[in-house]
Nanobody
Framework: QVQLVEYGGGLVQPGGSLGLSCAAS????????MGWYRQAPGKQRELVAT???????NYHDSVKGRFTISRDNAKNMVFLQMNSLKPEDTAVYYCNLDETRRIYWGQGTQVTVSS
């Protein structure tokens, strides 16, 4: 059984920074992609950023240049550094592990950008 545990999140002022991390445990298959999705109230869950085992990245256009995803393959961890945060970044952020045949989700962590 694979489990994803997220760390980080919280309240930050506009223009501020915040970091998220996620640790995956269990029987994890490769290749895979790890990343982050978010869901704001009343909206569908959307991709924020993902990175595969070869460190190839994919970002939502709205976060390019502000967010940076990284991962530690040996520790099965993924990180998201969020800079220049905007109120529209407010959402629940979910860690994701995609093994193609199986997809896993973390429990979600709230990120609120507000003054």
């Amino acid at each position: 059984q694979v489990q994803l545990v997220e760390y980080g999140g919280g309240l930050v002022q506009p223009g501020g920074s915040l970091g998220l991390s996620c640790a995956a445990s269990g029987s994890i298959f490769r290749p895979n992609a790890m990343g982050w999705y978010r869901q704001a109230p009343g909206k569908q869950r959307e991709l924020v950023a993902t990175m595969n085992n070869n460190y190839r990245t994919n970002y939502h256009d709205s976060v390019k240049g502000r967010f940076t995803i990284s991962r530690d393959n040996a520790k099965n961890m993924v990180f998201l550094q969020m800079n220049s945060l905007k109120p529209e970044d407010t959402a629940v952020y979910y860690c994701n592990l995609d093994e193609t045949r199986r997809i896993y989700w973390g429990q979600g962590t709230q990120v609120t950008v507000s003054s």
